[in-house]
Structure formats: C-alpha cells, structure tokens
C-alpha cells in the first residue's frame, strides 16, 4: 500500500523536482516506510511506501534495467506469484520479489493490456519513456483511488486530492455541479471532485496521455448477468460453491509479508471473513472490534462470540468519542466534502489495529454483491408490489403526510425513519425509489438551502446512477440496482471511507469480498437467492451457516453507523451549534444561513431526524475553511 503522485508535463514547461517532492510528501502517511522521486525528461512520478511484500527490496519508483520503463504503484497485486512464473518461462528475468516490479514486466511484454491479467486492488502510473507516454489505470471496483489534472498541457496526478492541491497554479474554484452531488449524496461520485480543476480516474478505466493529448477508455466492467443466464443449482450446492471462492479470496488476500488482521463488526461479512482466515492461519488472527453505549448500535456481543468461536486475538474499545477534536482530522484526511458519519469509528477501529498489524481485512462489498441493506427488501418489495397491483406506489405516497407527523427517535435506523423514507419515495421509478430511500438533501431541499450562486434547477446527481443503470437493461430489477451501488456508493463513499481512514493510520485494509472470483458469482446470482420478502443476504447466509454462531446469522443488520440523531440532540449539540452559527454560515458563502439554523431546531425539536443532513453541513463547513477559496 502507498501513495503515488506525478506530473507529465506534455506541452508545457518541465516540472519542478521541488514540486514533485513536495506532492510526495503530502502522501507520507499512506507511505511511512520509504518514498522517492524520478525525474525523467518531461516526466516526474513519486511515492511513498508501506512495505507490506519483499520488505527490503520493494521501494518505489521501480524502474526497468534500461531505464526506459518506470512504474510506481498503490495497492497489492493478489496474483503476482502466478504472474512471476509467466514472466520467467517468457525470459524475463527478476531482480525483486515485490509485485511491483511484475508490472514492469508485464507493461514491456504485453502493453497496457496486461491490466486486464491483474487480481487485485491497485492504482498504478507507468511512464515509457521511449513512446513519451503516461499511463494511469484503476482496479476494476475502485477500491484504490486516482485523481488527475489536466491542465495547459500538464497532466498531474495523485492518490489524494491534497497531492494535487501543493501545486498552487491548481484553481479551487468548487464545481457547482459537484457540490450539488454533495448535498445529495453525502459524498462525491467519480469522475467529479470538489474542485472543477480535478477529477476521478473512474473504477476499471485506463488514462494514456501522450504529446498528441489525453485519452480515457474503460477496460474492465463487472456486471450482473442477464435474466435466464443466472446461476443455477440448489442453494445449498451455491452456497459450497460460494464458500470455496470466499476461501480462495480470503487466502489470497491474506498474503503478505507483515501481520494480518480483521476488522470485526459482528455483521456477517466480517465474522465470514473472520471464520475463514482463522481456518487458514496457524496462530490465532487478531480482530478488532469498536463498540458503542447506545445499544441499537452496538454489536460487540456478537463480535465476541465470533472472536470467542474462531479462538482470535480479540481486541475492542467502546466508542466514547471527543467528536469536536476528532472531526476537524476526518475532514482533513478526505480533501473534499465527505459525510459519511461512519468514518468516526472506522478511523478509531483502524488507529486500534495499527497499535497491533499492518494489514486488516474489511467486509466491503458483501452487502452490494449479495444483498444485505434493507432498501434492497423495499426495493423489491416495491417493484413486486408495481407488478401486480399499479398504482400501488402512488396510495402508499398519499400516507407520507400523515406518516412525517411521527416523532423522531433517536434509535438507528427507526420505525418512524424507514416509514417516511419508504412512503415518500414509494410513487417514484425504481431507480429514483432507490435514491429517494436514502437521499440526503432532496432537489427542492437543495435549492431552499444553496445560496443563489449555488443553485442549478438543472443540476441532476443521479447522472452517474442514470448512466450506469442504462448499461445493465436486460437484468433482473434488483440486479441492477445493486450494481449502481457497486459502481457509485461503494466506490465513492464505503471504499473511499476505508482507504482514507486506515492510510492515515499507516494501515492496508483489503476487502476480499471485492475480488472477481468472488464477484463473479455473485453477480450471476437470481433474485431469491440475495433478497427474499424481508430476508437478505440469503445465500451469503446460507454460505456462512457452518461457520458463524446462529446469533450472528440472524441478527438484523445494524452497519457500521453512529448514534448521530442522539448525540446531536446531546453532547454533540454545542458543535453543532458552534458549526453551523448563522455568522460563519453566511461567511462561507454557500448556504443560507436561516434554512441550516432551521433544520437544526427541526432536528432538536424531535419532529424530524435531520441527524444525516446536519453531519454533512457540519462537514462542509469545516472542509470549506480548510480548503475552499471560499463561496
């Protein structure tokens, strides 16, 4: 795991080595353990490194025997070994046992195609120094990040945004567009940044920039299958095959040359992945587990009996958090607005296994492959509904008035919270429904809320969804609209979240879920065997039954969440206040300063629980002051 930056300067003046430097740095705590920088021509590539394979011999940037070919690289290449063997019986000969040094390789025998060849997560820049050409490319779930610029015959390049901000000839003119996606979202889809001067290299695409200009182009999409060309087999026959892929990911997830752990919530992904790196290792593993004194969110009882089962090396502490002194560093690690309030204790879990590993594995992308989140149970249940009764929708939408008179609690996710989501998306399309289930600030929110600069009737966040949705026509419903969230919320929020909060700790965190021998069942799974009525999961479930104890298997998902509606309505309510005063609002320049002030004595009030929208405006006015030129 690392940090990667460059600049190719293709039509303009050479870079700066100073500059170059300067980006690397920014990075050191995605690389604690080396860095460097190569300056070749108009070229100049930077990382920093944490050592996880061939320790000794693995620094970056690589570079070919001839000088021609440099490479620098951030992530893990699962199937390097394989590759090593390919490479020798071809005659190439290998100084290294790190799998950065592959990719060299690989690039001089088969060209930009050998990303197709690549297990992994990984962002990787490649100069060839010979074809003065750049190439830039992006695992196929996103689960490594790549931020470019390109700019006056300049294209620059880094793992986060704040690389890319050293250079102050970059304009931080935020992008209205992108802000908009912000207030409803929570977070900021790919290819948008904050900034309109930057962007996203998206999930699964290749960036190739030579004298003649940049060129961007897709090279791999996982994807649902078709209806009638679904799995087939009983499901107890599915969930052995199921388990043995888990199996295979999970050890090859497991190599590395320092100490693995897991991050252990007592959800199912992550007992499952506990379960199988036990079985696989000699000494007990060790886990982590965060917990939390509102007991609709915690999950540390069950976290223990899987720790207790699989015989681990537990570790755990109880979330007392001192918000005001954590926020402002979350705020900082991300670089641009980002709300997801489950970033408080994945950086707090993630600083707990650092004291102990340098690797952890994480339950990413169970719930998008396989079906856990109950908007998926709303979902169906909608669409079925759609079917066999229209208009249906439309009746449960006239309740909405009624339902928005319920008192907020401040319980996760409660009754009176999934009643009005549900009802008042019930009338809208599927893929609108979806959205409408877990919007943050709805089009006629945002338009009361943004200040007159700001605002943009025409503005549509839902493009990358409405793109990304018009490419799997011909699948199942509910197929589809798990693949919009593997494609947008999980690459853009959930993965986003991991990288940034275990990299500030020094830490790789690996999500073996996320691996295409995985994926691809899960993506050729029917309908009934993820979502069934209100049961989830239902063949990952049945995959772990032999495994886990019968309490983890059928507790109700709980996620990853804090107690914000309660801590808002309590210890959190001077932060609050001192965060979104009517004075720095209106200083800011973004918002409206009367509307925030409102939803936060709407919120206080219990009549509605505003706890997702008032975190993501208390985040944005302490990103906007760190690093906005201002509204």
Same mark, same amino acid.
């Given at each position: ?59 970056? #940037?690589?570079?070919?025997? =001839? ?22 019986? &071809? ?10 040094? %592959? ?6 025998? $088969? ?14 820049? @490649?100069? &060839? ?37 050293? &250079? ?22 790919? #290819? ?14 290749? !960036? ?5 200009? %940049?060129?961007?182009?897709?090279? *791999?999409?996982?994807? #649902? ?38 991050? !252990?919530?007592?959800?199912? $992904? ?27 969110? $915690? ?35 991300? =670089? ?6 489950? +970033? ?9 296994? *650092? ?60 009754? &009176? ?13 599927? !893929? ?15 338009? +009361?809320? @943004? ?24 699948? #199942? ?8 969230? @593997?494609? %947008?919320?999980?690459? $853009? ?25 995985? +994926? ?51 210890? @959190? ?22 509307? %925030? ?11 509605? =629980? ?22």
């Amino acid at each position: 795991m690392c940090g990667i930056c460059g600049i190719y300067a293709y039509s303009s003046a050479r870079p700066e080595r100073e500059l170059v430097q300067r980006m690397t740095a920014a990075l050191t705590h995605r690389g604690p353990d080396s860095g460097g920088v190569h300056l070749d021509g108009p070229a100049a590539l930077g990382a920093r490194r944490l050592a996880i394979i061939d320790v000794a011999h693995g620094d970056q #940037p690589m570079i070919s025997a =001839d000088g021609d070919v440099c490479v620098v690289q951030n992530g893990e290449i699962l199937n390097h070994r394989q590759l090593r063997v390919g490479l020798e019986a &071809d005659g190439f000969a290998l100084r290294t046992a790190c799998d950065t040094e %592959v990719l060299i390789h690989l690039y001089l025998r $088969d060209g930009p195609r050998f990303l197709s060849d690549l297990r992994g997560m990984f962002a990787i820049a @490649l100069w &060839d120094r010979r074809r003065r050409l750049l190439l830039l490319a992006r695992d196929r779930f996103g689960i490594k990040p790549l931020y470019y610029s390109s700019l006056a015959g300049r294209l620059s390049f880094a793992s986060e945004l704040k690389a890319l901000l050293e &250079d102050p000839e970059l304009p931080r003119e935020v992008d209205r567009d992108a802000l908009h996606s912000f207030l409803a979202f929570n977070s900021i889809p790919a #290819p948008q940044t904050i900034f309109g001067s930057a962007r996203k290299l998206p999930a699964g695409h290749l !960036l190739t920039c030579s004298e003649s200009g %940049v060129h961007l182009e897709r090279f *791999a999409r996982p994807a #649902p299958v078709a209806r009638g060309q679904t799995a087939s087999g009983s499901r107890e026959a599915l969930a052995q095959e199921l388990r043995e892929r888990l199996l295979d990911s999970v050890r090859a997830h497991l190599l590395a040359d320092v100490p693995v752990g897991v991050l !252990l919530s007592g959800g199912v $992904d992550s007992s499952v992945l506990t379960a199988l790196a036990s079985s696989l290792c000699p000494e007990p593993i060790k886990t982590f587990s965060i917990g939390f004194r509102e007991r609709s969110f $915690d999950e540390l009882h069950l976290a223990r009996q899987v720790a207790r089962r699989c015989r681990t090396d537990h570790h755990e502490l109880v979330l007392r958090p001192d918000v005001a002194h954590l926020l402002p560093k979350l705020v900082a690690a991300f =670089d641009e607005p980002f709300a997801d309030s489950s +970033a408080l204790p994945t950086y707090l879990v993630c600083a707990l296994a *650092a004291e102990h590993v340098k690797v952890v594995l994480s339950g990413e992308g169970g719930d998008e492959l396989f079906g856990g989140y109950e908007t998926y149970a709303a979902d169906q249940l909608a669409y079925t509904a759609d079917r066999i009764a229209p208009g249906i929708g439309r009746s449960a939408a006239r309740l909405a008035p009624l339902v928005g008179l319920l008192p907020s609690a401040s319980t996760r996710v409660s009754l &009176d919270y999934r009643a009005k989501r549900f009802t008042a998306a019930a009338a809208l399309p599927p !893929l609108e429904r979806h959205h409408g289930f877990k919007e943050i600030f709805s089009s006629e929110e945002r338009s +009361a809320l @943004l200040r007159e600069r700001w605002r943009d009737p025409g503005s549509d966040p839902l493009a990358p969804w409405r793109a990304r949705f018009a490419e799997t026509e011909g699948a #199942p419903m509910l197929a589809r609209l798990q693949d919009v969230d @593997l494609g %947008v919320y999980l690459v $853009d929020d959930l993965l986003v979240k991991t990288d940034r909060m275990s990299m500030i700790h020094g830490l790789e965190a690996r999500v073996p879920f996320l691996d295409p021998v995985v +994926a691809e069942l899960a993506l050729a799974l029917p309908t009934h065997h993820k979502v069934l009525a209100l049961s989830k999961k239902r063949l990952l479930r049945r995959a772990a039954a032999p495994l886990l104890p019968q309490a983890v298997l059928r507790a109700r998902k709980r996620g990853f969440s804090i107690p914000a509606a309660a801590w808002l309505r309590g210890e @959190l309510e001077p932060l609050a206040r001192q965060l979104l005063a009517r004075e720095r609002i209106a200083s800011q320049g973004f918002f409206e300063p009367t509307v %925030v002030t409102g939803l936060l004595e709407q919120h206080l009030a219990r009549r509605v =629980d505003r706890s997702r929208q008032l975190w993501g405006l208390m985040c944005f006015s302490l990103w906007a002051e760190r690093w906005a030129d201002g509204g």
